[in-house]
């Protein structure tokens, strides 16, 4: 299966990951997730 290149990508930052596509934004996870018991 193959996909097709998005038209711009960016440095990710991150030496494993490499390039990204430009259009994607990064986030910490904490910042995306709910914590159920109140600690953060």
């Known amino acids: ?3 097709p290149k998005y038209p711009k990508y960016k440095d ?3 030496e494993w990951l490499g390039e990204v596509p ?3 934004d990064f986030s910490p996870l904490r910042h ?4 159920i018991n ?3």
Do not use: I
């Open 22 to 24: 430009e259009h994607w």
């Open 12 to 14: 990710s930052g991150v």
């Open 1 to 3: 299966m193959s996909f």
């Open 32 to 35: 995306l997730a709910e914590f």
């Open 38 to 40: 109140g600690d953060a």
